[in-house]
């Protein structure tokens, strides 16, 4: 399947006495890419100083919240002048203002709500999408940019000890197996463990050699801060030194990934499990994330949180799969329970290994030490996964600089 372009959400604030009345989302619409909920407003009294606030693309007013007023719409636009006013009706006291850009039922399913938003918004499911993030290269056919630019992929959690580090080691080492071109990032940059678990430690380079030349990094430099592991996978170790992890800018990010990309066919990126400006630029540009989740609780919790954090960002569906792993011998909830409470498919388990703390102590990823054990052969759907993603739609990596900087601005 084709890949969805990227294109802003649409800023919806919902009015309404109680989130569940607005039938936003139903279960395949979870995870949708285009509306994004940027305010929940109420009470009547707010709406008017919360729309000036948020300035949203849309407002969508309950008329269960009782806001009265054929001038609703006249005062909204002039509050805020480009929010569209979007009216449910069927559960209020008739009061709701009878004139704005569209009104609709409350009992109208989400497909019809969304769309409805969307064309108050002037969108519509048909429109071509905008160039939001614009740096691609317009004349250079995809299949060109595909087959120069290697594929990222963000290892990622909400909750750290999940097996993030574990799994981008592997991942990265299955991957150079096949003979692939790989580069592996320590995005650790305080704490990074990919020196210890490949056995390279003694590396006298890291991240920090390339850091502080703003957005250039020079190829030869960055050639030389490398390590190589046992299996060819080249590695990009974090800062000797926590404080060290500062001197690395989003910046800096940017252009040690474009200059990887260039070079590699995929560039793995191991993630701290805490979010700030850096890696959250690096989710946004990555051309997959991979959701690691443990069987415990909380961290499924933070796995549905991170759902929602990279739907908010825009992030389409396609480019996240969850990895469970099971850190722990034993554990009571079983896969289809955690597909369910986070409303999305699993594409492994990766199962508890006895031997993983050998294999850490030993620097050997357990896809070298035990290639036909259960944790390696799950590990594989990933790869394959990685393969045919690869081979079905083109690589974002093109619009990685644009996109960085108009978010930040840095
Ligand atoms: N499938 C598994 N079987 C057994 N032990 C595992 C498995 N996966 C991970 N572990 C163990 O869990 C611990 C945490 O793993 P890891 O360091 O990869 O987590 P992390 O998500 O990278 O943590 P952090 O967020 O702190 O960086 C390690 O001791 C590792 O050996
Ligand atoms: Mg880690």
Known sequence: MAREQLRPAIRVAVAAPYPEIVALHDSSTEYADDVEVCGMISSADAVFDQTRLLQPDVLLLSDELGVDGADTLARLTALAPNTKLVVLVGRGQGRAPVIADAVLSHDAPAAELRAVIAEAAGRSSHDAAPPAHSGAQPDVPASTVAAQ??????????????????VAANLATALA????????????????????????????SSIETVAGDGQTVDAAVLEGAMARSAEGVRVLLAPSSPEAGDLV??????AILGELSHHHDYVVLDSPAHLEERIINVLEVADHILLVSSFGITSVKDAKTTLRLLQSLGIERDRVALLLNRTRPRDSRSEEEIARALRFPVLTTLPYEARMDESVDSGRPLVVTEPGGGFSKRLRVVVDHLARQRDSAPAKASRHATSWRLRFGR
Do not use: C
């Open 177 to 204: 197996k096949e003979g692939a071109r790989v580069a592996l990032v320590d995005l650790n940059l305080q704490y990074g463990d990919m020196g210890v678990l490949l056995h390279l430690e003694g590396h006298p």
């Open 249 to 254: 800018t989003a910046a800096n990010l940017e």
């Open 149 to 166: 630019r290697a594929r990222t992929v963000v290892v990622f959690s909400g909750k750290g000890g999940v097996g993030k580090s574990i």
